[in-house]
T-cell receptor, first 110, second 114 residues
Framework: SQQGEEDPQALSIQEGENATMNCSYK?????LQWYRQNSGRGLVHLIL?????REKHSGRLRVTLDTSKKSSSLLITASRAADTASYFC??????????FGAGTTVTVRA | KAGVTQTPRYLIKTRGQQVTLSCSPI?????VSWYQQTPGQGLQFLFE???????NKGNFPGRFSGRQFSNSRSEMNVSTLELGDSALYLC?????????????FGSGTQLSVL
């Protein structure tokens, strides 16, 4: 079973717009991570936020974490065609594995 | 530095056969994890190895097994293949020491069972 639930399942935006996706999880965590996957290839790590952090930035990415609500959000600003991909949140509960959400498929239209 | 290498990239097998997938981690990484990805179930954790020891195992039947060698390379084996085993199998590596940090994924092995 999966730890996280993501919404929306799919998102279609215009180039230059922002994309926001949300992740909810069920158990206590050490950290939460976001990954990107292009066309069924391997996943690429985007950003990691620790349980004692509330917000983190990396380039055009902004991640927030609310441990009281067991939820996180990923914001991609000024989206580009190259951002078209599936995005997954993954939680680390300290048990030598990551538990992945179902993913959000983002399509950026030119 | 070379990334995580998985071989083969594609594999077609028939029901009842067995299959072995290989994963070479990034140099210096001692932890290797395996995940199964299907459209219906998403990414499911199979197992994780660190220095040849399995530290965690997912909820998969005993037909799924793995091992790690002294050079950190890892293999996973699926015996008596079923149609439902068709999936993208992803291997990931990390340093694996102390806090569990980000994973570096290979491109995966796409297994089709006919």
């Amino acid at each position: 079973s999966q730890q996280g639930e993501e919404d929306p399942q799919a998102l279609s935006i215009q180039e230059g717009e922002n994309a926001t996706m949300n992740c909810s999880y069920k158990t206590s965590i050490n950290n939460l991570q976001w990954y990107r996957q292009n066309s069924g290839r391997g996943l690429v790590h985007l950003i990691l936020i620790r349980s004692n952090e509330r917000e983190k930035h990396s380039g055009r990415l902004r991640v927030t974490l609310d441990t009281s609500k067991k939820s996180s959000s990923l914001l991609i600003t000024a989206s580009r065609a190259a951002d078209t991909a599936s995005y997954f949140c993954a939680t680390d509960a300290g048990d030598y594995k990551l538990s992945f959400g179902a993913g959000t498929t983002v399509t950026v239209r030119a | 530095k070379a990334g995580v290498t998985q071989t083969p990239r594609y594999l077609i097998k028939t029901r009842g056969q067995q299959v072995t997938l290989s994963c070479s981690p990034i140099s210096g990484h001692r932890s290797v994890s395996w995940y199964q990805q299907t459209p219906g179930q998403g990414l499911q954790f199979l197992f994780e190895y660190f220095s040849e020891t399995q530290r965690n195992k997912g909820n998969f039947p005993g037909r799924f097994s793995g091992r790690q060698f002294s050079n950190s390379r890892s293999e996973m084996n699926v015996s008596t293949l079923e149609l439902g085993d068709s999936a993208l199998y992803l291997c990931a590596s990390s340093l694996g020491q102390g806090a569990y940090e980000k994973l570096f994924f290979g491109s995966g092995t796409q297994l089709s069972v006919l």
